[in-house]
């Protein structure tokens, strides 16, 4: 078995933003390529698995308002870039170009990492990276919206009706049931702002990847079934948005409204079990004349793998913000609704609540797994299965926090903030708030110094030697 050991020497330190330059190496081969050791420092090191979230041949989309032009992509060569670090939460692609190494993608909550192509190449040719911090979207800020509940969910009667059994057939159906797993094949919209951030459909076909790579890590809990999600189709959309562009916002209502009946229409080329949006414009609701700000994203209540099967998110093209987003509106999905119950109250902070529950943000209630469970169990035997030969994210296995820096992610997300105002942006971490990954996205205007407490990305750096993986801060085994 080979092992990729890959060392990222230390070129320079920016003290006011804590970026870090390093050259990756591959130092020693040996062992198998699923498996790949990343040492981002003497202290630091990722210990990175093949990841499979890609779909052999990806079916992609390009639409404008005069045609669709569509092409079978084969992901074979992206899927052997893609990792992740369980422990961290890492997602990251690993390339060798012209005998030098380029890593991309999420180290951990708040940490990213990316090449320098302008920069200045080692004296072995090796490629300058830097590494920085961003933040999440802060979910606790955004407005719990009743999610909508679909009566077309399409189970066709053909799910698994047999009577309980006893003894060795009863012990055989629960062993069966603890192998079961459900891919479920996605296919993503980016919408027009979203998608014109990526010069190439294979740099936006490598950020989703690794978006839903760190997606993923959030359903690692569940189990009977275990549920990943695979990456089947990605519409890059030129032409203007399901609901009006106004100024940078758009409805939410009127825009899953739109998706839905897109998406009955059968307009998406390709079989897949659910449809998401992810819009770079501010998603707003708009009732009796007032506007609504602060939704992140809605979803179809228990709907995969019907024409409901739909749900839209805000994400900042190439900061990651929205992974969490995304994970919580397929939840939705799924069959899981906010956690509001008594068992599972709304006040511990996990995944389908808005509250920041600490490490449990990163993940599902039981009364999420047990909801999704319910679902699934009523689902068909064609849902189940895995319809499609392509899986894009097997390429990507890089999590947000290896690609994205916390200078640029926090200058990203200050931007979101001040409506486009430019400001200088940096970056705060305080022991005690790294230690729960989170840092402060600050800026000053005059003698004022504004800032907002962020959630570090998947795979960041918190403290020396440590990175951030469904918020906990320490040494993971990704």
């Given amino acids: 078995m080979r092992?990729?050991?890959?060392?990222?020497?230390?070129?320079?330190?920016?003290?006011?933003?804590?970026?870090?330059?390093?050259?990756?190496?591959?130092?020693?081969?040996?062992?198998?390529?699923?498996?790949?050791?990343?040492?981002?420092n003497d202290k630091f090191t990722l210990n990175l698995q093949r990841s499979s979230v890609l779909a052999d041949k990806l079916l992609f989309v390009t639409t404008s308002d005069e045609v669709n032009h569509l092409e079978e992509i084969d992901t074979s060569a992206i899927q052997k870039t893609l990792y992740h670090d369980t422990r961290h939460q890492s997602s990251v692609r690993v390339q060798q170009r012209d005998d030098a190494v380029q890593v991309e993608g999420i180290i951990n909550d708040k940490l990213r990492i990316k090449p320098v192509p302008e920069g200045e190449r080692s004296m072995k040719g090796q490629i300058l990276h830097k590494i920085y911090?961003?933040?999440?979207?802060?979910?606790?800020?955004?407005?719990?919206?009743?999610?909508?509940?679909?009566?077309?969910?399409?189970?066709?009667?053909?799910?698994?009706?047999?009577?309980?059994?006893?003894?060795?057939?009863?012990?055989?159906?629960?062993?069966?049931?603890?192998?079961?797993?459900?891919?479920?094949?996605?296919?993503?919209?980016?919408?027009?702002?979203?998608?014109?951030?990526?010069?190439?459909?294979?740099?936006?076909?490598?950020?989703m990847a690794v978006f839903m790579n760190a997606a993923n890590l959030r359903y690692l809990d569940i189990r009977n079934p275990k549920v990943r999600f695979l990456l089947v189709g990605i519409t890059r959309r030129k032409e203007n948005p399901f609901a009006p562009d106004n100024h940078g916002t758009t409805d939410t209502t009127e825009t899953l409204n739109r998706l839905q009946a897109y998406e009955a229409e059968k307009r998406v080329p390709g079989k897949h079990d659910a449809l998401l949006l992810v819009t770079g414009l501010d998603l707003v609701k708009v009732q009796n004349g007032h506007l609504e700000k602060g939704i992140a994203g809605r979803a179809f209540m228990a709907a995969v793998c019907s024409s409901h099967g739909v749900g839209v998110a805000e994400d900042t093209a190439t900061t990651y913000m929205g992974v969490n987003t995304v994970a919580h509106e397929l939840a939705h999905i799924l069959g899981s609704d906010h956690d509001t119950s008594p068992r599972c109250p709304w006040r511990e902070g996990y995944l389908m609540s808005y509250v920041d529950g600490g490490l449990r943000k990163y993940r599902l209630s039981q009364c999420s797994?047990?909801?999704?469970?319910?679902?699934?169990?009523?689902?068909?035997?064609?849902?189940?299965?895995?319809?499609?030969?392509?899986?894009?994210?097997?390429?990507?296995?890089?999590?947000?926090?290896?690609?994205?820096?916390?200078?640029?992610?926090?200058?990203?997300?200050?931007?979101?903030?001040?409506?486009?105002?430019?400001?200088?942006?940096?970056?705060?971490?305080?022991?005690?708030?790294?230690?729960?990954?989170?840092?402060?996205?600050?800026?000053?205007?005059?003698?004022m110094r504004t800032c907002w407490p962020t959630p570090m990305l998947e795979r960041m750096t918190c403290l020396k030697g440590k990175t951030c993986k469904r918020g906990v801060c320490g040494v993971h085994e990704w």
């Fill in 3 to 40: 092992v990729f050991i890959i060392i990222l020497q230390f070129a320079l330190y920016s003290d006011a933003e804590k970026d870090v330059f390093v050259y990756p190496t591959i130092l020693q081969e040996r062992s198998t390529e699923r498996n790949l050791v990343l040492r981002l």
């Fill in 369 to 447: 797994q047990d909801s999704i469970r319910d679902v699934y169990r009523g689902l068909n035997s064609q849902c189940k299965r895995v319809l499609t030969k392509v899986n894009y994210m097997d390429k990507h296995r890089e999590f947000p926090g290896e690609t994205v820096g916390v200078k640029y992610y926090c200058r990203k997300r200050i931007f979101h903030y001040t409506k486009g105002k430019k400001v200088k942006a940096f970056a705060l971490k305080g022991n005690q708030d790294a230690q729960n990954c989170k840092m402060q996205c600050c800026y000053w205007q005059g003698n």
């Fill in 133 to 207: 911090e961003v933040n999440n979207m802060d979910e606790g800020s955004f407005t719990a919206e009743e999610t909508p509940r679909s009566s077309h969910l399409e189970t066709n009667g053909d799910h698994d009706s047999s009577a309980e059994p006893n003894g060795v057939n009863s012990r055989r159906i629960e062993e069966r049931r603890n192998r079961e797993e459900f891919e479920v094949e996605l296919h993503i919209i980016c919408d027009q702002k979203h998608q014109s951030n990526f010069d190439k459909n294979e740099d936006l076909i490598g950020y």
